[in-house]
T-cell receptor, first 115, second 113 residues
Framework: DAGVIQSPRHEVTEMGQEVTLRCKPI?????LFWYRQTMMRGLELLIY????????DSGMPEDRFSAKMPNASFSTLKIQPSEPRDSAVYFC?????????????FGSGTRLTVV | GNSVTQMEGPVTLSEEAFLTINCTYT??????LFWYVQYPGEGLQLLLK???ADDKGSNKGFEATYRKETTSFHLEKGSVQVSDSAVYFC????????????WGAGTKLIIKP
């Protein structure tokens, strides 16, 4: 298995531009999570999906952030417009059916820099 | 509410030293407890876990015991290597949502040769 695949690995963009981060979960995993990691705030859960349906988006910082999961093998996190304070590493993780937190697998992350 | 507190880093040790990274938690009920490791430039990986009191999780020479009486899950290793240099995260699962984890702030470990 290739694991959770995120793209791009690095993204540098100018303030005000739209940014789209992508994630392919492990085949057969029915939960997908988006996390943000910063030095100041640590790991923050932004949103998670079950069977492609958003379950909890209370961690999404503001309306500039949106996430979609059009099918079981693909999810996007979009920031529009981007701001320098959005600079962080964004992780996607997926989990196996019935495993709960015992079945978490993380991707390698996307390092976003907004200048 | 639920929370996880880890010792602040960085923790700097010499190779072959004994390692302890402290982790304490507050939680309603009896959550599962986890240690994740993040190597430089990579995502988090599950290192070990324990699902009930007195369970000992172990992997790659690391161990942690679920202590209900002290609400702790300290990570230990008898002899660290340079390759163990990483950030270590303690976490527990929310009782109202088995798929959501509450994370500690992480502890950076630096092993010098």
């Amino acid at each position: 298995d290739a694991g959770v695949i995120q793209s791009p690995r690095h993204e540098v963009t100018e303030m005000g531009q739209e940014v789209t981060l992508r994630c392919k979960p492990i085949s057969g995993h029915d939960y997908l999570f988006w996390y943000r990691q910063t030095m100041m705030r640590g790991l923050e859960l932004l949103i998670y999906f079950n069977n492609n349906v958003p379950i909890d988006d209370s961690g999404m910082p503001e309306d500039r952030f949106s996430a979609k999961m059009p099918n079981a093998s693909f999810s996007t996190l979009k920031i529009q417009p981007s701001e320098p304070r959005d600079s962080a590493v964004y992780f996607c993780a997926s989990s196996r059916p019935g495993q709960g937190a015992n079945g978490y697998t993380f991707g390698s992350g996307t390092r976003l820099t907004v200048v | 509410g639920n929370s996880v507190t880890q010792m602040e880093g960085p923790v700097t040790l010499s190779e072959e030293a004994f390692l302890t990274i402290n982790c304490t938690y507050t939680a309603t009920g009896y959550p599962s407890l986890f240690w994740y490791v993040q190597y430089p430039g990579e995502g988090l990986q599950l290192l070990l876990k324990a699902t009930k009191a007195d369970d000992k999780g172990s992997n790659k020479g690391f161990e942690a015991t679920y202590r209900k009486e002290t609400t702790s899950f300290h990570l230990e290793k008898g002899s660290v290597q340079v390759s163990d240099s990483a950030v270590y995260f303690c976490a527990l699962n929310r009782m109202d949502s088995n798929y959501q984890l509450i994370w500690g702030a992480g502890t950076k470990l630096i092993i010098k040769p």
